[in-house]
């Protein structure tokens, strides 16, 4: 499985933006699906999930601002942002966990910059 994320930019503060997330092959097998953001000089750091159920989980920075959503027919995940602020700025990467009984598959995709001006 290959990730690809897409959508990201230049929006100002207060603006939104609507980061894709599509996968090459079935996402129905990956058990969780999330988005994480890496600003620049910090760590990588998770900023929501949503399993295949639909459960949805988010950082408390993001709640209320972003939601995340899984189109399982086409393979694909969205992370909605709304009220974006300068903080929000970094690089935001798509990633999949798939659990089976003993393995663990953890699948990234190339990140989308979102930069977000004052």
């Known amino acids: 499985v290959q990730l690809q994320a897409s959508g990201g930019g230049l929006v100002q503060a207060g603006g939104s933006l609507r980061l894709s997330c599509a996968s090459s092959?079935?996402?129905?097998?990956?058990?969780?699906m999330g988005w994480y953001h890496q600003a620049p000089g910090k760590q990588r750091d998770w900023v929501a999930t949503v399993t295949t159920d639909g459960t949805t989980l988010y950082t408390d920075s993001v709640k209320g601002r972003f939601t995340i959503s899984r189109d399982n027919a086409k393979d694909t995940v969205y992370l909605e942002m709304k009220i974006l602020k300068p903080e929000d700025t970094a690089v935001y990467y798509c990633?999949?966990?798939?659990?089976?009984?003993?393995?663990?598959?953890?699948?990234w995709g190339r990140g989308t910059l979102v930069t977000v001006s004052s």
């Open positions: 092959g079935s996402i129905l097998s990956i058990n969780t």
């Open positions: 990633n999949g966990l798939r659990v089976t009984a003993g393995a663990r598959y953890n699948y």
